[in-house]
């Protein structure tokens, strides 16, 4: 018994030491910006069921489909112009109002009846809640620094997935009993996180704006437009988030239809991604950081979100979608908070909206086409050949990280200033 507690009581202690140093070091500012994420996120309970919803109310699979296409082409323009209102206006402007608005709509949309009704309703939706993408991640690069920026996006993924943990576990509850109520609760906590915002944040936006008043720059922005090795990279990184978006819209549907698994077992199995991450990433993030290029990690990532749709294609029971669930979040906790310090380090405060908003467009561009593409495939060919097609587009992804790490490497290493393209204009 001795024994055992000496073997016990170093690794305890050793596993608490790594939480504790994991969460070090980061700001107030990024705490606050964590609780109200958090917030946020639990009531994400309308999208994941949304595709359901519509099936039940009639609606055919690929009319569903293109429900959420017209939901990623509102989010394309929203993260357009919260990225272009995010420079011109400030973070904290963009994220409280698209806050509030979203959880209005929210509500409205519950009350909508007929395909046209509800597509134009998603579209405005989208619109108005994407454009906070843009400002969260500016307002995360104003507050973290090169030494804790990574652990800072995975701060803000863990308190999203937190949310997500909750947030479709107690929405598949919800919609078992009433869709109604669904939307409603999930425009209240949008509502409330708006709240929450403002009232924390206030008081510091108005010192910000003082600051950006009596000091302006006079160095030229330079266009993210222009930022080949980003194009290069977001490029790569809108394959993945076709694949990666399914979760959200063709996913329940398999589980529904194929696993045969109702609303409030399809909750939970979405929410085990929310709390694998929120055990885990911050700790992984911490003893990977600085330790090899982050763009391995990114290859690496790339590598597990394709293989968590390929496994599905073993059998379709429940330990399989636990197994595949598992893959895809460990692939989440390699590529994303990476990919993020990613775009961040190759930009200025000046320009940071039109980075964040390139970023957000990426994964917007592929809601509208992942599930009108998705769907089509499943009804077509069947959800084998789409896990597989699924499969090849994140091996080809990770095979183009791979070569884009060589590429910036190889540029990196001629004798001119490239990581700060300013300097010397």
């Known amino acids: 018994m001795d024994v055992k507690d000496k073997l016990i009581s170093p690794m305890f202690r050793s596993s608490l030491s790594l939480y504790r140093n994991a969460y070090k070091g980061l700001s107030t500012e990024m705490w606050w910006l964590a609780l109200v994420m958090f917030i946020n ?59 509030f608005l979203s959880g209005i709509m929210f509500i409205v949309l519950g009350q909508m009846e007929g395909l046209f009704q509800i597509t134009s309703c ?7 809640g994407e454009a906070f993408r843009p400002a969260n991640s500016a307002a995360i690069a104003s507050y973290s620094n090169k ?4 652990r800072c996006y995975s701060l803000n ?19 078992s009993r009433s869709y109604a109520l669904l939307f409603v609760v999930d425009g209240l906590t949008c ?20 600051e950006r008043t009596v000091f302006h720059s006079p160095l030229p922005v330079v266009s993210a437009y222009r930022d080949k090795f980003f194009l290069s990279g977001i490029a790569l990184l809108f394959l993945i988030g076709l694949c990666f978006f399914q979760t959200f819209s063709i996913l329940p549907v398999f589980y529904k239809e194929r696993v045969l698994l109702n609303e409030a077992t399809i909750g939970w199995l979405l929410a085990l991604n929310g709390l694998l991450i929120a055990v885990v990433e911050m700790a992984l993030v911490y003893k990977l950081e600085n330790r090899r290029d982050p763009m391995i990690y990114m290859v690496a990532g790339s590598v597990f979100i394709g ?3 390929l496994v599905m294609n073993i059998y379709p029971v429940l330990s399989i979608m ?21 775009w961040v380090q190759r930009s200025t405060d000046s320009n940071r909206g ?18 009108t593409i998705a769907s089509q495939i499943a009804t077509r060919q069947g959800y084998a050949v789409l896990w597989t097609v699924d499969f090849v587009l994140c091996l080809f992804a990770a095979i183009g990280f791979y070569y884009l790490k060589k590429r910036i490497h190889t540029h990196e290493r001629i004798p001119e200033i490239h990581s700060d393209p300013l300097v010397g204009s």
């Open 322 to 342: 636990v197994l595949s669930m598992v893959i895809i979040t460990f692939g989440e906790m390699l590529l994303f908070p990476f990919m993020n310090n990613f």
């Open 191 to 210: 509502m409330s996180a708006a709240a929450l915002l403002y009232f924390l944040f206030r008081k510091k936006n108005k010192t910000e704006r003082n």
């Open 147 to 150: 030494s804790n920026r990574t």
């Open 354 to 371: 039109q980075y964040a908003a390139l970023y957000t467009m990426a994964f917007s561009a592929a809601i509208v086409l992942a599930p």
């Open 41 to 99: 996120r639990s009531g994400t309970m309308v999208i994941p069921f949304l595709t359901i919803y519509l099936t039940q109310q009639g609606y055919s699979l690929a009319e569903a489909g293109y429900v959420m296409g017209a939901f990623g082409v509102g989010a394309i323009l929203g993260s357009f112009i919260g990225g272009v209102l995010t420079d011109k206006a400030g973070h904290f402007f963009v994220q409280v109002i698209s806050l």
């Open 307 to 309: 293989l968590s749709f």
């Open 122 to 128: 998603i579209f405005i939706l989208s619109t108005i």
């Open 157 to 175: 993924r863990l308190a999203i997935n937190l949310g997500w943990a909750f947030g479709p576990a107690i929405g598949g509850l919800l919609a």
